[in-house]
């Protein structure tokens, strides 16, 4: 059946609420049931290796012993980040923390805070101070949140290629969607394909992705068992369909032609050198980027430190970095001090959305 956005509409389709928790129980419990006992694990894992080619391997437990090791000894570390903003009729408000760690507890962590006047100090006629309103309202004009994570996400990188461990690990893409983008008018393509490459070159790094949009990669991770991983794609491939966009999902990217080109030429560099791939530690899947020719060490790596919470079977060591970062620098003790300040200069129920001030 062909659906339509009138379908939803029909009133046919509505229920009254008394209905509807009336029922809900069972037709969820009845979908879930269908749902499951249409075995798609068996199909993509036989479709991977038999129409595919695609190996599924094990993890090396002996090259994990050495790994555990290098973890323990503090030759291993990880970034993580957190970036808060607030963006008041009175200026756009952020910070942003990282913080790299090993297992040796060598840590160091960074911030920058950032207060941008939302109206230049010296606009004095109406005229251009709603005109500056205007052009930020279409993004002419100032920071945004974007603007703010993509700083962090260039930065967390940066800063854990400097570090003097052997083996490093970030969270995320490789390459983060913000970093790729050149962050519009802030001009940051060259200086972030420049770190593309530092990323690319680097035998020793992995990212992890906790969560990832892709249902195929999804499906894919749903096939394995624990202990397996498989290797994807080449990391070129990803970055040829964010430039060149795709027959069904994206658009081009969109660049001026010297950015194309600059683009263009950070895909030639990074062929065959990074590899996508999904691995299982035990419940739950995780997609990760690592170097092409450094593969299975990298990916026992980061099983090795898996294995030290089962349960969720990510890297420990993100998410100690993780921790330290959000405890340090919370998000939320930064609006709260915000709206403490708000609150002293009498603005702050002009300054809060308009949900925070509902009844409930």
Not at 35 to 58: P, S, V
Not at 69 to 98: H, K, P, W
Not at 171 to 190: A, M, S, T, V, W
Not at 215 to 236: K, M, N, S
Request: net charge neutral; hydrophobic share 35%; glycine share 6%.
């Amino acid at each position: 059946m062909s659906l339509t956005f009138d379908y939803f509409l029909d009133d046919s389709k509505w229920t009254s609420l008394k209905d509807h928790y009336m029922n809900f129980n069972s037709s969820l419990e009845k979908n879930i049931e269908v749902a499951m006992q249409h075995d798609r694990r068996k199909i993509i894992r036989a479709g991977l290796q038999e129409k595919y080619g695609y190996e599924i391997k094990k993890e090396n437990l002996d090259m994990q012993g050495r790994l555990k090791q290098e973890l323990v000894n503090g030759n291993v570390a990880a970034v993580d980040g957190t970036c808060s903003d607030y963006d008041l009729m009175l200026g756009f408000q952020a910070r942003i923390g990282i913080v790299a760690i090993n297992y040796q507890n060598i840590k160091a962590g960074y911030s920058i805070y950032i207060s941008e006047p939302f109206i230049e100090y010296d606009k004095q006629e109406i005229d251009e101070i709603l005109e500056f309103a205007r052009m930020k309202k279409m993004g002419r004009v100032g920071l945004s949140s974007a603007h703010v994570r993509a700083i962090m996400l260039y930065k967390e990188r940066d800063f854990i290629l400097k570090r003097n461990e052997k083996y490093k690990m970030v969270q995320g893409d490789i390459l983060p969607y913000e970093l790729k983008n050149g962050q519009g008018r802030l001009r940051g393509l060259k200086r972030c394909v420049d770190m593309g490459r530092r990323l690319l070159n680097d035998e020793h790094i992995i990212a992890i992705q906790g969560t990832t949009t892709d249902p195929q990669l999804r499906l894919i991770g749903e096939a394995l068992t624990g202990g397996e991983y498989v290797i994807i794609r080449d990391y070129a491939d990803d970055l040829n369909a964010f430039l060149k966009g795709d027959d069904e999902f994206s658009k081009p990217a969109n660049f001026s032609q010297d950015d194309f080109e600059i683009f263009q030429n950070f895909i030639s560099d990074a062929q065959g050198k990074f590899s996508v791939g999904v691995y299982k530690c035990s419940n739950r899947a995780y997609v990760f980027y690592c170097s092409t020719r450094n593969i299975e060490e990298m990916v026992n790596l980061v099983f090795a430190d898996s294995h030290f919470q089962p349960i969720r079977g990510f890297p420990l060591l993100i998410d100690y970095a993780d921790a330290i970062c959000s405890r340090l620098l919370s998000s939320e003790d930064f609006k709260k001090q915000i709206e403490a300040k708000l609150a002293k200069q009498r603005r702050l129920e002009n300054e809060m959305p308009e949900r925070q001030l509902r009844r409930r």
